[in-house]
């Protein structure tokens, strides 16, 4: 029984390994064939003068309407950027890991709010507003002037 077996598996395995030989050998044939027919060259040098300044164009191109498109949302009210108006924000202290408390000015009144996720609470109504620097100006934030007064220290010593 053992030989009636193994002699089956040898013909097949045989019959096998004939029908992998001729797919491969066609497999073959046809790689060869794809490699030897004429592929026609390209009619433009990729790096030459005209082919970069066309890229260089488009680009500018996408650049530009990148620049545009930001410009429009901005001047639309899309997109929020500098504070164009009677609200504007005095300053923020973080209390906590999510939750911030922030001086806001609406017009002539300044409110101290409390801001978490989903909730933002009046804290309190300021009777007379809070003296605070212009951006951009002089005081405890300006980098500039934070600057200057430490080389000044490092100089005196």
Request: glycine letters at 16%; proline letters at 4%; aromatic letters at 4%.
């Amino acid at each position: 029984m053992r030989d009636g077996y193994a002699g089956s598996f040898l013909r097949g395995s045989a019959g096998l390994g004939s029908v992998l030989l001729a797919v491969y050998g066609g497999v073959v044939r046809a790689a060869e064939t794809a490699t030897n027919s004429n592929v026609p060259a390209l009619g433009v040098e990729p790096l030459a003068g005209g082919s970069l300044a066309k890229m260089g164009l488009g680009l500018f191109a996408v650049v530009f309407l990148i620049v545009g498109m930001a410009w429009l949302m901005r001047r639309m009210g899309g997109m929020p950027g500098t504070a164009t108006g009677s609200l504007r924000v005095l300053g923020g202290l973080s209390m906590g890991t999510r939750e911030r408390v922030v001086l806001i000015q609406v017009g002539e009144t300044q409110l101290l709010l409390g801001v978490a996720p989903g909730r933002v609470q009046t804290l309190h109504v300021l009777d007379q507003p809070i003296a605070t620097t212009e951006p951009g100006k002089s005081g405890k934030n300006n980098f500039a002037a934070s600057l200057a007064a430490a080389l000044q220290r490092r100089n005196k010593s």
